[in-house]
C-alpha cells in the first residue's frame, strides 16, 4: 500500500513567525482603533479656521508626502462664496514633484463645476507614479473669486487660542502661496493605489500619525502608551496560551 503524504498545515501555523505577524497585526489594529494613526492611509487635512480666496494670477497649493505608490487623485475643500461660480472660470490644477518640480499631471474643472462650501473631486487618469513628496498647485482664471478653505494663520496676525493650535495641522507638508512656502496647511485629502513598494511609506505614516496624536498632550500620551502596552501584553498571553495548549 502506498504511502500518503501528509497534507501540510496552515501556512508556518503555530511558528514564531507567524506568532509575530499576529502580534504586529494586533498591534496596527490597536493603533488605527483608537485613533493614532491610519493604516494605509493617503495625506487627509481637515481642519479649517478660514477661506483663502483665489483669483487670476494667484497660486495656491500645498506639499504632502505620499505613501501610495501611485496617486489617483485629490480632493480639496472649495468655497463660491454664496453665488455660483463663474461658469466661464476654470480650474487648473498641477501634480508637481516637489523635489524637482516637474509637472506630473494637470486637471482642468469648468466653474459650473465648482460647488459651495463641499469637496471637489480632482482625478489623475491613468494614475501617476507618485514621488517622495508631491506638490499640489491650485489657480483660478476668472476675476469673481473663488476659495479655498484652509488652516492658516489670521490675516491680521490676531486670533484665538483655537486658531492658533490649528494652523499647521498637517505635519508633513506645507501651504503654497504664489510659489512661496507659507505658514499653515490646505484643507485637502489625497487619493492613492497602494503597491509593494508602497509599504515602508505606510510604515512612516503610521509612526508620524502618532507623533502627531500624541505631540503636545503629554498626559494623552501617557493613557495612550498604558492602553497600547496592555494590549500588546495580552496578546502576547494569549498566543502563549494558545502554544501551550498544543
Given at each position: 500500500?502506498?504511502?500518503?503524504?501528509?497534507?501540510?498545515?496552515?501556512?508556518?501555523?503555530?511558528?514564531?513567525?507567524?506568532?509575530?505577524?499576529?502580534?504586529?497585526?494586533?498591534?496596527?489594529?490597536?493603533?488605527?482603533?483608537?485613533?493614532?494613526?491610519?493604516?494605509?492611509?493617503?495625506?487627509?487635512?481637515?481642519?479649517?479656521?478660514?477661506?483663502?480666496?483665489?483669483?487670476?494670477?494667484?497660486?495656491?497649493?500645498?506639499?504632502?508626502?505620499?505613501?501610495?505608490?501611485?496617486?489617483?487623485?485629490?480632493?480639496?475643500?472649495?468655497?463660491?462664496?454664496?453665488?455660483?461660480?463663474?461658469?466661464?472660470?476654470?480650474?487648473?490644477?498641477?501634480?508637481?514633484?516637489?523635489?524637482?518640480?516637474?509637472?506630473?499631471?494637470?486637471?482642468?474643472?469648468?466653474?459650473?463645476?465648482?460647488?459651495?462650501?463641499?469637496?471637489?473631486?480632482?482625478?489623475?487618469?491613468?494614475?501617476?507614479?507618485?514621488?517622495?513628496?508631491?506638490?499640489?498647485?491650485?489657480?483660478?482664471?476668472?476675476?469673481?473669486?473663488?476659495?479655498?478653505?484652509?488652516?492658516?494663520?489670521?490675516?491680521?496676525?490676531?486670533?484665538?487660542?483655537?486658531?492658533?493650535?490649528?494652523?499647521?495641522?498637517?505635519?508633513?507638508?506645507?501651504?503654497?502661496?504664489?510659489?512661496?512656502?507659507?505658514?499653515?496647511?490646505?484643507?485637502?485629502?489625497?487619493?492613492?493605489?497602494?503597491?509593494?513598494?508602497?509599504?515602508?511609506?505606510?510604515?512612516?505614516?503610521?509612526?508620524?500619525?502618532?507623533?502627531?496624536?500624541?505631540?503636545?498632550?503629554?498626559?494623552?500620551?501617557v493613557v495612550w502608551l498604558?492602553?497600547?502596552?496592555?494590549?500588546?501584553?495580552?496578546?502576547?498571553?494569549?498566543?502563549?496560551?494558545?502554544?501551550?495548549?498544543r
Amino acid at each position: 500500500m502506498r504511502g500518503t503524504t501528509p497534507r501540510p498545515s496552515a501556512v508556518c501555523a503555530g511558528s514564531p513567525v507567524t506568532g509575530a505577524c499576529r502580534l504586529v497585526i494586533v498591534v496596527l489594529v490597536v493603533l488605527a482603533s483608537i485613533g493614532c494613526a491610519r493604516l494605509g492611509g493617503e495625506a487627509f487635512q481637515p481642519t479649517h479656521n478660514q477661506v483663502l480666496p483665489l483669483g487670476p494670477d494667484m497660486m495656491i497649493g500645498q506639499t504632502f508626502r505620499a505613501t501610495s505608490a501611485e496617486l489617483a487623485g485629490a480632493d480639496l475643500l472649495v468655497a463660491t462664496f454664496a453665488q455660483p461660480a463663474d461658469p466661464a472660470g476654470k480650474l487648473e490644477v498641477v501634480l508637481r514633484d516637489a523635489g524637482t518640480g516637474q509637472a506630473l499631471r494637470t486637471v482642468t474643472v469648468a466653474g459650473s463645476q465648482v460647488p459651495n462650501n463641499a469637496w471637489l473631486p480632482i482625478r489623475f487618469h491613468p494614475p501617476v507614479t507618485a514621488p517622495e513628496r508631491a506638490a499640489i498647485e491650485v489657480r483660478w482664471t476668472s476675476p469673481r473669486p473663488i476659495g479655498l478653505y484652509a488652516s492658516a494663520p489670521p490675516p491680521d496676525g490676531t486670533g484665538e487660542s483655537q486658531e492658533r493650535l490649528t494652523e499647521n495641522p498637517y505635519p508633513h507638508g506645507t501651504l503654497l502661496r504664489d510659489g512661496e512656502i507659507a505658514d499653515g496647511d490646505l484643507a485637502f485629502r489625497v487619493l492613492g493605489l497602494h503597491g509593494g513598494r508602497a509599504l515602508p511609506r505606510v510604515i512612516l505614516g503610521l509612526l508620524g500619525g502618532i507623533a502627531s496624536a500624541v505631540r503636545g498632550r503629554p498626559l494623552f500620551g501617557v493613557v495612550w502608551l498604558g492602553g497600547l502596552a496592555g494590549s500588546v501584553a495580552l496578546a502576547v498571553f494569549g498566543f502563549r496560551r494558545q502554544r501551550s495548549a498544543r
